[in-house]
């Protein structure tokens, strides 16, 4: 039985219908999510769909039995310490209820990656090596959807700001990351690896914002802010706090490389290139 947790986010659901596109049986998943009517259409396909809520750990254990493997997909809550709570009570679920492996969504280079939500991952990381189960670790990018989904607000506004300069970014769209845990879920040969999951290129915001004039024929640009300055223009927009500071920390880490690895690993594992930004961008300008 494959668990997949998370699955009413996007990341989530979109790795239960990569793997049901990839002839899985629906009673071969399960799903574990803090509001089962959410995945309603889930469990109308044959999905089996189990209460398991971060927040409530004592519902977890129940929700993640019988996992082999369980996709353990990492919590979005905007607080770095209230992530490695809910980290740490899913994993030490995991433990209790002797899943055969577990498959978790962390960030690329999280050993190493200076930006402050690396530290999430590379405790829960610990965290998982310290049950002794068999896990594997998909370091997963970032997603071109982080920019993306704005565009239709930002074409009004003429353009988009940041705080990230000239920096690199190796994303890749959350359907190819959907795809690979998919695949590692649920084929052989991959307990113990640690995939670094990247775009096949880089691209910078200024590349980003140039990309969109062309697709829709206006002026569209980016315009580079000091950090204060975005945090006050994320907070104006009534971003809590703490999604500010790691919006902030994680384009100041961005300026200076943080995002910009590029390895195969992610080409690999789904078997065809990776989505491009122009791809991206006229995907979501589509909709």
Known sequence: MIVVTGATGRLGRQTVESLLARGVAAADIA????????????????????????????????????????????????DNDLRIAQHAAAVAAAAEAGVGR????????????????????????????ATGLPFTFLRNG?????????????????GQVGTAGEGRIAAAAIADYADAAAVVA???GHAGAVYELTGDASWSLTELAAEVAKQTGTEFGYTDLPAEAFADILTGAGLPAGLVDLLVDAETHTRAGALGLITSDLRTLIGRPTTVLSQAVAEALKG
Do not use: C, M
């Not at 009517?37 to 929700?63: H, I």
């Not at 993640?64 to 979005?76: E, H, I, K, R």
């Open 31 to 78: 799903v574990a999510v803090r509001d089962t009517a959410k995945a309603a259409d889930l469990a109308a396909l044959g999905v089996q769909v189990r209460e398991g809520d971060y927040d409530r750990p004592e519902t977890l254990a129940a929700a993640f039995a019988g996992a082999d493997p369980l996709v353990l997909v990492s919590a979005n809550a905007p």
């Open 102 to 129: 577990i498959v978790y969504t962390s960030i690329v280079e999280a050993d190493t990656n200076p930006i402050a939500l690396a530290k999430v991952h590379s405790t829960t990381e610990d965290a998982i090596r």
């Open 142 to 158: 970032w997603y071109f959807e982080n920019y993306t989904a704005n565009l239709p607000g930002a074409l009004e506004h003429g």
């Open 186 to 188: 649920s084929t052989d």
